[in-house]
Every structure is written in C-alpha cells, then in structure tokens.
C-alpha cells in the first residue's frame, strides 16, 4: 500500500516538475530565438510598419546582400582573420601549455597572468598600445592584415589556453607523457602522437572559442584595422550610415544571420567533435576521470 | 642482458633527502624488489634508473654503460607504472606497437613482435579494443606487453598491482613473475607490500627515509632481518622491550640471548608468532602467561598470551596449529618458550 502511495506521489510529482521544466525550457528558448526570428523577418521583408509581422516579403535583400562584392570582401577577411587567428593561437598555446605542465611550471603563473590581462584591460586599451608599439617598431604593419591577426591572437589565446589546459588536466598528459618518454618516443613524437590526439576536445573548443572572439571582434579591428573592412567594420558602419539607401538595414540583417549560421555551423561541428565527452574550461577540472576506468 | 649499478644515488627535494647515497647492485636476470613505506624514496630511485629524476650525486649504470645523464628515451629500458598509463587513444594492440614504432621498426618486425607480445601477455584477443573497454588487469598487462617491446635490457615496475583488486593482484604477480623469469630480463620492481615482495622477487632491497636497510633475499629477509626496522617492516613480529643485565637479554623462564651492541638497560626483542611455543598446565619449560584471546585464521590460530617480564606485564602473540590450538581454552594458564635462535634484538 505504502508503496502505492509513494509512487502515485512521485507521479505527480514528476508532473510538475516536468511542466516546470518545460515552462522554463519554453522561455528560454522564446528569449534566445525571438530576436533572431525578427531578425530573420527583416531580412526578408519589403517594409515592416504596424504589424506584428512584415507588410510583404522580398528575396531582394538577400540577393544584394550575396552580391555585394563589399560584404564577400568583409566575410573573406573576417573569416581568414578568425581562422588565422585560431590556427596561431593553438599552435603557439599547445606546446607552451604542454612544456608548462611537463617540464617548467613556473611558466605557469606567466602564462596564467597573460591569460588574464585581455579580460583586465578593454580591448581599446590593448589595441592603442599595440599601435603606439607598432609604430615605434614596425610602422609599416600599421593598419594591415598581419598586424590585426597577431592583435587578434593575443587577446583570444586566454580562450586556448583555458581549453586546451583543461583538456589536459582532464587526460592526466603529464602521466601520459612520462609514459611515451619511458617508451622511447621523443618530445615531437609524443606532442603529435600522444598529446594532440588526446587533447583533441579542448583543442576544437579553443579553436572554436578564440576564432568567434577574432570574428565577432570591433574595437581593436577599428583601431589597428584601418583601411580593412571585416564584418563587424562593414555592420558598424552600416549602422551609422543612418539616411544610407533604403535596405541598408535589412542587408545588415542578413548579414547578422549569416555571421551567425558561420558560427553556427562550426559550433555543431564542435558539438559532433566532442559529442559523449564533457568539455571543460577550467584547468584541473575533471583531471580524475582516467582513474575511474576499471 | 645485463644488470644495474646504481653509487651513492643522492636526490635532494629542498631540504628533503629523498635519497640518501644509496647503492644497489642489481644482478643480470634477477628481479629485486624495493620494498619501503610511502616517501622512503623507493619510487624516487625508480625514476632515477628511468631518467625521469636527474640524481643531485651518484651514478647509474645499466649494462656497462653510465646513463647518468641520458635521457629516458634513449636508456635500454621498460616501464610499467601503477596507473596502467595505456594510451587511450590507441588501441591494445596500437600501444604495444608504439615503442617500436617510435623507433621506426619496419612494419613487418612490428606486425609480428607485436603478435608474440600479445600471445605472451594473454591479449590476442583483446587486441583491438580500447583501454576503456578492458579489465583493470588486461590494463596492466597490456602495459606490460608495451614495456617489453623493445626488448628493454631493465623493467622497471612501479607499484603495478596496487590499482587492481585483491584476486586479480596476485594472479598478475605470479604472471609478471613468470614473464620475467621467461624473458630473462633484469627487472627493479617498486612495492610497499611485503607478502608481494617476498612471493616475486629473488631479492628484497628494504628502503627508510632515503636509505637501504637490508638487501638479502626474502627467505634471510624473513629469518633474519637485520636492522629493526626491516625487523618491524617485514613479516609480522613480536616486539617485547626487555630489560638487560649481565649483557644478556631475554624472558626469564624463556630465552635468554646476548644482549645487542649498543644498548643501555634496554632492547627491543623481535620474534615471530610461529616461532612461540605453548604448552598446556605445568608440562612444558618456559613463562607463565594467560590465554587472553583466540583467534581462529584457519590452518594457525593466534593465541594473545598476557605473561610477565621484569615486574611487567608483556603481551606475545604466538600462531600455533588449529588443531593443537584446540585444546586451549581463553583464560587458560599456559608456558610460552621461544627460541632463542629466531630471535633478534635491537638496541632501544
């Protein structure tokens, strides 16, 4: 009997709770999808006055905005800009993490405090300095390309740097690697066989990570990126050009959405990638997770 | 084959000795156990001989040649580590092969070494899983397989079995005995467990705070330990505090040895509970003493007997044969003899 009732009880417990979560899963996602359904309205729509939803749909925007050699130029350049931007910064966070872990880690704290200086410092700040520093030492960079991705990989290494550290954490690399030594394989040997391929979350994480902060990334891009025209330069100024032609904005609205299905896109891949692992973020979080095997 | 030399190995953690000038010869083809509690360096000297700690002082030799310097990847050895360390990205049969193919062996020589190790180690058909998809011991003995791959002149082991349950351990430890006794392979095999030690290697070096305390084979470890600590460390022992007079020490009505070098007043007298004899009522020689307890461990059972030495009540476990143990109820007066031959006394 006892059990009866009990189990009536969680039954409608389990009811409440279930409508609970729904509302809640529910609100969420209204809060995170409406701006983007209205985004997505505009860029389809002839004019939107007082309705709820757009007087007349049209292709035209689209169209223009895919023809627009300006905005291929600003996609390209973003694009390359962001994949640059992430390739540099594991190329340059994967040894430096491993080397800290492995062999020296009072490159640790330097490392950790380097890490930390792109949340402490706006990002206007840092790209001054780089200017001031740049026109001092090589002002012939100045408002190109290969200036704008060494600024970029500076301030999206933290990102790197935290997964990929985690990911090690989370593999026990150090364990790992004394392990491939013992085995006789070399230090190139074990970061490419043993390391890379165990880290491999983190890494996609990272990559993923610091190529959206590069991509999505304005005030450093203004100030050192002069004469270039990256996305969030070309949708900066779409804005401020108020009275431009009619469209202007919902160009930008398909150009907002396009930003988007990039990131998207790399983000499911991301998902795929990693999918049964956690990913984490913080270093030395999960480090025990080897051990529980049997 | 050849053996290791390790000359006044010396590694300094701060103001930490870890390792206190110790030499060990290792002999071609023997396996020697290092035997210690946890932080007496056993583990440190380990990793000396591996590479993966640079000794502050001292030498380590492997075969005639000094590899004090050398780095780990290029010293002649194996190595098997208490967390398995498999390579979970890799396959069985991929993590034993990884030794060769770090040294670009031709794919043929590893094709069929790798087959050869499998079949030794028992894991042909395990051969293309994961480690995440085998046993704990099919772990260990993978990472077995995968140290003796290229065909190291030294194993070292390091506290291989202490991640495994208690059955699986000792089927393994007679396993990697076995293996190490068909390969015929020098082998330096860290444990704190002194049953493990004893049953596995031909000899036992007794580590303390940095140093060696003994290096003898089990049986002499066993019989005659010869500082007090491998005395306290290996086996379980009596340890009775007697008084000394006339440079003689002992239990009156009992034994009666020279007292050891160095004592004043006092020694600690080691013995073992199989070497005590019990006698019923007034038969037999020896001390009075009270059966304070029994209890049964199945072939022996130990008797807590309470007597008297000096004024002082002493307590002495003594194991005696179920089936004579039998006839001893709790509370009975009994005599307790030990003799003198097994027992070794120390200095307070």
Known sequence: MAVEIGRTQSRAGGRVGRAGRNLFFGAALVYFCLPMVAVLLYSFATRWTAHVLPDGYTLEWWQATIADPRIQSAFSTSISLATLTALIDIAVVVPAAYWSRVRNARIRHVVEVAAAVPFALPYVVIAFGLMQFSGVVAPQFQGTFPLLVAGHAAIAFPFVYWAVDGAMAAASIERLSETAEACGASPIQIVRRIVIPNISPGLVTGGLLSFAASFGEFAM????????DTVPLWSAEMIRSYSDTAGSYNRLAAVTLLTFAVLFVLSAVVVYWNRGQTVRLLPGAGASTQGDRR | MSGVTLVGVTKMYGQVKALDHVSIDVQSGELLALLGPSGCGKTTLLRCVAGLERPDRGTVEIGSSDVTEAPTRSRPIGMVFQSYALFPNLTVRQNIAFPLEVRHKPRKEIKSRVGELLELVHLTEQADRYPKQISGGQAQRCALGRALAPNPEVLLLDEPLSALDALVRGRLRDEIRRIQQLVGITAIYV???????????????????????????????????TTQFSAKFVGSRNAVELAVRDGRVGIPGSFQIDAPAGSNGHALAFFRPEDVQVSRGDAGSGMDARVEMKIFLGATTRLHLIGEADGQPIEIFGDLPSRQARLIEQGEMVRVDVDPDHVQAFPT
């Not at chain 2, 049953?195 to 290096?215: F, L, T, Y």
């Open chain 2, 191 to 225: 444990t704190h467990d002194q049953s493990e030690a004893m049953a596995i290697a031909d000899r036992v070096a007794v580590m303390n705070a940095g140093r060696v305390e003994q290096i003898a084979s089990p049986a002499d470890l066993y019989e005659m330990p």
């Open chain 1, 221 to 228: 891009a203004q100030i050192i990126g002069r004469g270039l």
